[in-house]
């Protein structure tokens, strides 16, 4: 398993999927082309860019280069890195056909060859600075989710932050956990509770 900082992008869920048997790290589906239309998804992706840096692990087929193409074109600041998987001819064991190109895509990688790819493109195990201890426990209990409320102090709390508005709950929790622990997370809504009238 690589522990890695950088946020990593993907194409689709069964991408998700795979590369969670490989990383333990934040990792943000472009639902394929949908990306070119999702600027919510585009700004979270920015965000990333800037705040801890961006891994692209596109299929190495035309479509994945268009959309590696995209993300690279739509980001103007902070780091982004490239993962490329080879070309390996064969066909996903839940599809009934080949794609086009006759690829492999992210999918169905191999583990070994997905782990070799990040080693090649010079991304290896990163410590963390701060524990993942933000649950969705924690969320619920500082009124982030489950709350007539919980929207509007999830916004506020994004603007503070500086993050994407419109987040979902569980969007939200995944990005804290890059950012802080649970007792930081408490002393910035404590902060926001000075402003509780405004709600």
């Given at each position: 398993m690589?522990?890695?900082?950088?946020?990593?992008?993907?194409?689709?869920?069964?991408?998700?999927?795979?590369?969670s048997?490989?990383?333990?790290?934040?990792?943000?589906?472009?639902?394929?082309?949908?990306?070119?239309?999702?600027?919510?998804?585009?700004?979270?992706?920015?965000?990333?860019?800037?705040?801890?840096?961006?891994?692209?692990?596109?299929?190495?087929?035309?479509?994945?280069r268009?959309?590696?193409?995209?993300?690279?074109?739509?980001?103007?600041?902070?780091?982004?890195?490239?993962?490329?998987?080879?070309?390996?001819?064969?066909?996903?064991?839940?599809?009934?056909?080949?794609?086009?190109?006759?690829?492999?895509?992210?999918?169905?990688?191999?583990?070994?060859?997905?782990?070799?790819?990040f080693?090649?493109?010079?991304?290896?195990?990163?410590?963390?600075t701060?524990p993942?201890?933000?649950?969705?426990?924690?969320?619920?209990?500082?009124?982030?989710?489950?709350?007539?409320?919980?929207?509007?102090?999830?916004?506020?709390?994004?603007?503070?932050?500086?993050?994407?508005?419109?987040?979902?709950?569980?969007?939200?929790?995944?990005?804290?956990?890059?950012m802080?622990?649970?007792?930081?997370?408490?002393?910035?809504?404590?902060?926001?509770?000075?402003?509780?009238?405004?709600?």
């Amino acid at each position: 398993m690589i522990k890695i900082n950088e946020a990593v992008i993907v194409e689709g869920k069964y991408d998700k999927i795979k590369l969670s048997s490989v990383i333990d790290g934040v990792i943000i589906v472009t639902n394929g082309f949908g990306i070119f239309k999702d600027r919510e998804k585009l700004e979270l992706i920015r965000y990333y860019a800037e705040k801890t840096g961006i891994v692209i692990l596109t299929d190495s087929d035309n479509a994945g280069r268009k959309i590696r193409g995209y993300i690279k074109g739509a980001i103007k600041n902070g780091s982004i890195k490239n993962v490329h998987i080879p070309d390996i001819f064969g066909k996903e064991k839940r599809k009934t056909k080949p794609s086009a190109e006759g690829k492999l895509g992210v999918e169905g990688i191999d583990v070994k060859t997905l782990v070799s790819a990040f080693e090649k493109a010079g991304i290896s195990s990163a410590e963390r600075t701060a524990p993942k201890d933000i649950t969705k426990v924690t969320m619920f209990e500082l009124g982030l989710s489950g709350g007539n409320q919980s929207s509007i102090l999830r916004q506020k709390l994004q603007s503070r932050l500086g993050l994407p508005s419109m987040l979902s709950a569980p969007a939200l929790l995944e990005i804290l956990n890059t950012m802080m622990t649970a007792d930081e997370l408490r002393e910035h809504m404590a902060a926001l509770g000075e402003c509780k009238n405004d709600l």
